[in-house]
């Protein structure tokens, strides 16, 4: 038990309705075993315009969920890769391919919560980051613990960018992703 812990949705929920949920959940099911305090982020993890993104910033409870993110001891991210295949794209509610492809050309390897970044795991500059409703990346370097979980050969790239760039300071990963020699971030 942990009652003095709290759970903080760091990037609203991400695709269709039905995912969003998943997020909800994921998050409600930690604080559960941890028996600790929840904050949920209750909207959607990137909207149609920065409009709506101000709207929906102004809600009370999207005010202190964001007011959270300053206290985090530990964040607990994915490591994304920029492809066709990735979850970002399959349905095409959260980035379209066009702006896949903008990303490319701008040198993004990777994503932490949608915030895509590059070889150096700098933050690459879009209108996209304007539309995201969850933590920057700036505000996650600041986070003294961030648990990366990734894995696969197509993340390889990703994940020694989000090192190299000090994105993420502990990783899970499965063991042919660890012995690409990522400690040469």
């Known amino acids: 038990r942990y009652p003095d812990a709290q759970v903080?949705?760091?990037?609203?929920?991400?695709?269709?309705?039905?995912?969003?949920?998943?997020?909800?959940?994921?998050?409600?099911?930690?604080?559960?075993?941890?028996?600790?305090?929840?904050?949920?982020?209750?909207?959607?993890?990137?909207?149609?315009?920065?409009?709506?993104?101000?709207?929906?910033?102004?809600?009370?409870h999207v005010q202190?969920?964001?007011?959270a993110f300053d206290d985090l001891d530990i964040a607990l991210v994915g490591i994304g890769a920029p492809t066709r295949d990735s979850v970002t794209m399959r349905d095409g509610s959260i980035i379209t391919r066009t702006e896949l492809d903008a990303l490319l050309r701008r040198g993004?390897?990777?994503?932490?919560?949608?915030?895509?970044y590059d070889n150096s795991g700098e933050c690459i500059e879009s209108d996209i980051n304007e539309r995201i409703i969850g933590m920057t990346l700036e505000q996650i370097k600041q986070v003294p613990k961030v648990v990366g979980v990734s894995g696969g050969p197509q993340k390889v790239a990703a994940i020694r960018a989000a090192l190299r760039g000090g994105l993420v300071n502990v990783l899970i990963t499965d063991s042919v992703t660890a012995g690409k020699r990522l400690g040469d971030a």
Do not use: F, K, N, W
């Open 8 to 60: 903080v949705q760091i990037i609203g929920g991400i695709g269709q309705p039905d995912a969003e949920v998943h997020a909800t959940e994921l998050c409600r099911s930690m604080a559960r075993t941890l028996d600790c305090r929840l904050t949920l982020l209750p909207v959607p993890g990137i909207v149609a315009d920065q409009r709506t993104r101000e709207a929906l910033l102004s809600d009370v």
């Open 108 to 116: 993004a390897v990777g994503d932490i919560a949608l915030r895509y």
């Open 64 to 67: 202190r969920a964001v007011e």
